[in-house]
């Protein structure tokens, strides 16, 4: 006999088609009718409050006094909450924040008194292929799901691409499959037995799941009558459950054996064949991606690791005084970073980060964004700054740099660093810690603030005399810097640059001080008016060459004329930017670039190989007629993909690299047709789009960074890059993966939820190889790509924009219906100006030999201004070494609990690895945890070295106890 596992719940968009203040004002009262449910019908067994902890703390900020009967609630098991924080799409957050994610529900989960432990993910677009070992991390055995599993049974099992595997329960009939139960007796009962009659014959067990609840829906008060009737009415039992009950009774029927013989799925669950997976959204308003990866990246790579790593130091190796100021910066780190990944997180439900709301809910979001931003980088910067003040940068009073590197590998590239206090870069050379000079170039000068005086002839020549007496001190630790006097309008115009420096820098400018004090004594002016500029720092470039893996090294400046003789013969070697009309080519060590001067195509000559990669970087514009959920192909579309006139190019060469500059205007189609959809219009605007394309001394890759001035409707932008390879498959970096793409969509999918599209999801880079040679494409955060066949083998297709005007369609032939309500979204069009940052990577061999390149591309190296000082820590060091290099670095965090280092690893390589682990200074013990941070087996004691094997595509999270 079937048990009907009814499951009361209600699905809850945080923020969608209204703003999260007007849905939290629904949710309150959602909340308020269940409590009075509960409170009055005892027979009411059980709510879920959608798989997310968010949604207690949202109500109850606003309404404190419902707090005590939710707790209640909690604990009795009638209302059941988490185990996430906020539902994400999987796709479009990275690895590291879905652990977040789990972790601050996890925190909230505790603090209410119970967390439901299925891995509950009724509505995201799909799911990424190491959820399981994400789900079991956190001791997790069942994922439930409505979308991407296709035709598969009720129950299946799912492995991770390392053999982790967790049972599915599948929402073959999605999450509302008893969601609309009439409200008499016995059409309720029907209703059931509908339900019950649509998923037999897809299960193996005799209990069944119906989920009554749907998006935003209020409980039913008559729930528990219509159940208790139907279980008279029906030939099966009826229960009034919960998800936990369900999956422990599938469970408990299959036994071992049972599971063991259920059908074992691999990789990501991307089937749109029962359920719309949405594409569309890995592109739609790419701002939000980018603006998240940037996030993610800041909190990743530097809030965190650097934060953890400067407490580690000041606590490990500084004196009394140190470890005060250490601690003052680092004490309070971890709330500061909590803080931010909160409002992080509050961006990552599926209807948010995809940019499928309307266009309030995503202005709203930009705040989040910016809370986050400036929380972790004011964590980061402290972090740095105290690391940066226990380095050795020599003696001396010139200004100290130390360059930073968060990447798990060694790493060259161009750092731009702002030196303060600034220095006269004719005066200075820049040193590495061998003594080495490194070329440098001016930027510019930075000024923070400005201020206007007026002052008589008496009074002017006053202070002249009292500056010029002073050395060009003006008040306490400001010295004039520099000085420019004319007459206008019969009054005397000084600017005046002040700088910051405690350290004497001799007497004024004395050209321009004479010319002053000329003026002063001719008596012909007798106003002046002064205006003074604050001199923040000097901004320069240089390339770092071989930063230590997550560690640092340190650089100093040094009087380019020294006083006495020097052997060295030390000079200064600020490079001028050159530049040139008619040279369009760059090159390095590794890599040539030319670009045709009629189209602005590149071609790209591989040194190491002779392998040449013509008619690169193509910009394609199409149409579409989509929505904001799907990108929908015209019937008549027309492909844009030249400009309406040669590009001017520049050529741009000093010390630190070499850059094309490219600029081009596309004449596109302003829109639709605005008669059927099917075309675009006869009316056309300028797309402008400018690039910059670089090769730096020491680095393996082609940099572009392209800014569009969006101003047509309607459509999407794509980069091409051809690559003279006959191949059928790609693969590109996912979660903790890489991932392989099939080389064609499924065939026959009439009468399916939705149309496969070719266009996949990709984290930091896609690459295509024949096994001697390939290419990758690495982005910062541009999460969808295309790979098809081209002219002479296949093209990587970037997107950079898809503009569309509205929520949804219900006149779409890849998806029939609507995906949400049909609403006008007109900021989804992403007018105006737009910057992207990419880069291509020739190699032989496959993805392998580009991984560290693409990785290292994901994040810009950071140089920190110091004086000069001695320090326990030498002037270069690597605070964690991994080898080898398929072992990828994922996090490097404080605990959650306790002190320490936690440290995340996982092998990018589907074979296992014999991994070795070196911190920079001893720790008491190691031992190996879970995702959760719950400790098991140890590793070492009083050490500074683990080792280890590590399954292909495992992650591995190791504890640092410090001795």
């Known amino acids: 006999m079937p048990t009907l596992h009814v499951v009361s719940h209600t699905h809850w968009d945080r923020e969608w088609y209204l703003t999260f203040q007007q849905f939290r004002f629904r949710l309150t009262r959602l909340v308020e009718a269940l409590l009075e449910i509960l409170g009055s019908d005892p027979g009411y067994r059980h709510f879920t409050l959608d798989g997310q902890a968010a949604v207690l703390e949202d109500v109850v900020d606003v309404r404190p006094d419902l707090e005590e009967p939710l707790r209640r609630h909690v604990r009795e098991g009638r209302i059941l909450i988490g185990p996430w924080f906020v539902l994400p799409d999987e796709f479009l957050v990275s690895p590291e924040a879905l652990v977040r994610n789990l972790l601050l529900g996890d925190r909230i989960c505790r603090a209410w008194g119970a967390k439901m432990d299925v891995g509950y993910l009724p509505d995201p677009f799909g799911h990424i292929s190491q959820l399981p070992q994400l789900l079991r ?219 499928c709301s309307v ?51 060694p790493r060259t590239d161009r750092v731009i660093a702002r030196v303060t206090p600034p220095v006269d870069p004719a005066e200075v050379m820049l040193l590495s810690p061998e003594g080495t000079p490194v070329p440098f170039r001016v930027l510019r000068h930075t000024f923070r603030s400005e201020m206007e005086m007026q002052f008589d002839r008496e009074t002017m020549a006053q202070m002249v005399a009292q500056t010029a007496a002073s050395g060009g001190v003006v008040w306490g630790e400001w010295r004039i810097a520099g000085l420019q006097t004319r007459v206008a309008d019969g009054v005397g115009q000084v600017a005046v640059t002040v700088t910051r420096n405690p350290i004497p820098t001799g007497p004024l400018p004395l050209e321009p001080t004479r010319q002053l004090q000329a003026l002063l004594e001719e008596g012909a002016v007798s106003q002046y008016r002064v205006r003074i500029r604050e001199e923040e720092a000097l901004e320069v470039a240089f390339v770092a060459r071989d930063v230590p893996p997550l560690g640092y090294t340190g650089y100093r400046f040094l009087p380019s004329v020294p006083p006495s003789p020097s052997p060295r013969g030390l000079r200064t070697l600020n490079f001028e930017l050159r530049t040139s009309n008619s040279e369009p080519a760059i090159e390095n060590e590794f890599l040539r670039v030319e670009a045709d001067p009629q189209t602005g195509l590149l071609t790209v000559l591989d040194k190491g190989t002779g392998w040449s990669l013509p008619d690169c970087h193509r910009f394609v514009d199409g149409g579409d007629r989509g929505d904001e959920y799907n990108y929908c192909r015209l019937e008549q579309d027309l492909l844009v993909d030249s400009p309406v006139e040669p590009p001017t190019v520049r050529r741009e060469a000093d010390g630190v690299g070499q850059s094309l500059v490219l600029q081009m205007t596309y004449r596109v189609p302003e829109g639709l047709d605005p008669a059927d959809r099917s075309g675009r219009s006869a009316e056309t605007v300028e ?277």
């Open 359 to 409: 266009d309030q809910v995503h202005r709203e979001m930009a705040t989040r964004f910016d809370w986050c931003e400036q929380l972790g980088e004011e964590v980061a910067r402290a972090a740095l700054e105290t690391l940066a003040a226990q380095v050795d940068t020599g003696e001396g009073d010139l200004p100290a740099l130390v360059v930073f590197n968060p990447s798990s590998s």
């Open 687 to 963: 797309l402008p789009i400018a690039v910059r394309v670089t090769l730096t001394p020491g680095v393996r890759r082609v940099d572009f960074e392209t800014t569009v001035d969006n101003r047509a409707r309607d459509h999407r932008l794509r980069v091409h890059f051809p690559v003279p390879l006959a191949v059928g498959r790609a693969c590109a970096e996912g979660h903790w993966d890489v991932v392989e793409w099939p080389p064609d969509l499924p065939a026959d999918t009439e009468g399916g939820a939705e149309q496969p599209v070719p266009t996949r999801p990709q984290r930091g880079w896609t690459s295509i190889s024949d096994g001697a040679r390939g290419v990758t494409l690495a982005n910062r955060g541009l999460p969808e790509v295309e790979v098809l066949q081209g002219r002479a083998g296949v093209e990587i297709a970037l997107t950079l924009l898809r503009c569309v005007g509205w929520l949804s369609r219900d006149d779409l032939p890849c998806r029939p219906g609507h995906a949400g309500p049909g609403l006008p979204v007109e900021e989804a069009q992403c007018p105006g100006r737009h910057t992207f940052r990419y880069a291509l990577i020739p190699h032989a061999g496959d993805w392998r030999m580009a991984l560290v390149e693409a990785t290292a591309f994901q994040t810009d190296l950071r140089a920190i201004p110091t004086s000069a000082h001695p320090g326990p820590l030498p002037p270069s060091l690597s605070f964690i070494r991994v080898e080898p290099e398929m072992l990828q670095v994922s996090a490097v965090k404080p605990p959650e609990e306790g002190e320490g280092l936690i440290l995340r690893l996982w092998n990018a390589d589907d074979r296992p690895v014999e991994g070795s682990i070196r911190l920079w200074r001893p720790f008491a013990r190691a031992v190996q945890i879970d995702l959760a941070e719950r400790e098991g087996d140890p590793l070492a004691h009083n050490a500074d070295r683990v080792a280890l094997t590590i399954r292909g595509r495992e992650v591995v999270t190791l504890r640092f106890y410090y001795s």
């Open 137 to 355: 991390g956190f001791g997790i055995e069942t994922a439930v799901f409505a979308r991407g599993a296709g035709d598969m049974p009720v129950e299946f099992r799912w492995a991770a691409p390392d053999g982790t595997p967790v049972l599915v329960c599948y929402l073959r009939g999605h999450y509302d499959n008893a969601a609309y139960l009439p409200a008499d007796e016995e059409g309720a009962a029907r209703a059931l037995a509908e339900a019950r009659d649509s998923l037999v014959p897809h299960t193996r067990v005799s209990h069944l799941l119906l989920m009554q609840g749907a998006d935003h829906m209020y409980p039913r008060p008559d729930l528990p009558r219509l159940l208790s009737a139907a279980d008279v009415l029906l030939p099966d039992r009826v229960l009034h459950s919960t998800l936990p009950a369900y999956v422990a009774a599938v469970r408990a029927e299959l036994g071992e054996d049972g599971l063991e013989r259920l059908p074992l799925l691999a990789g990501e669950m991307r089937d749109p064949s029962r359920a719309p997976i949405l594409p569309g959204v890995l592109s739609t308003r790419m701002w939000i991606k980018q603006r998240n990866h940037a996030c993610q990246t800041l909190l990743e790579r530097w809030a965190e690791p650097f934060g953890a790593l400067a407490e580690g130091v000041v606590r490990g190796c500084g004196d009394t005084a140190t470890r005060r100021r250490g601690d003052a910066v680092t004490s309070s780190a971890s709330s500061y970073i909590r803080r931010a990944w909160r409002y992080l997180l509050e961006n990552h439900p599926h209807d948010s980060i995809c940019g």
